[in-house]
């Protein structure tokens, strides 16, 4: 499984960015999607900002609210990232990931399997 990652760049605080995952390979019927982050200079998050299964059922970090939407393309193989009224504490290194098999948190880092390349996400005025 093979993932790339697009869509990150400067904004000033209160932008908006999309960002896209593209993906390929096979994947079994239960797999699942996520987004991480990570700051500079600490290890990526454990946490995933966003998540989804393959049937649908987003979930989002606490920390997130409703300023993110994680969303897919079935026909394009594309994950998306929509993020909204950005903050300078969301400027990071976002990377996809996909996990399979049946887990009971979607969030969970350790539960991931392939991880892509990462995007960068600068938040600054």
């Known amino acids: 499984v093979h993932l790339v990652e697009s869509g990150g760049g400067s904004v000033q605080p209160g932008g908006s960015l999309v960002l896209s995952c593209e993906y390929s390979g096979f994947l079994p019927s239960d797999y699942y999607m996520g987004w991480f982050r990570q700051y500079v200079g600490q290890e990526r998050e454990d946490e995933a900002v966003a998540a989804m299964r393959n049937t649908g059922d987003p979930v989002y970090a606490d920390s997130i609210g409703s300023r993110f939407t994680i969303s897919r393309s079935e026909a394009d193989n594309t994950l998306y990232l929509q993020m909204v009224k950005l903050k300078p504490e969301d400027t990071a290194m976002y990377y996809c990931?996909?996990?399979?098999?049946?887990?009971?948190?979607?969030?969970?880092?350790?539960?991931?399997?392939?991880w892509g390349q990462g995007t960068q996400v600068t938040v600054s005025s």
């Open positions: 990931a996909i996990g399979y098999g049946w887990v009971r948190h979607t969030l969970l880092s350790s539960n991931y399997k392939y």
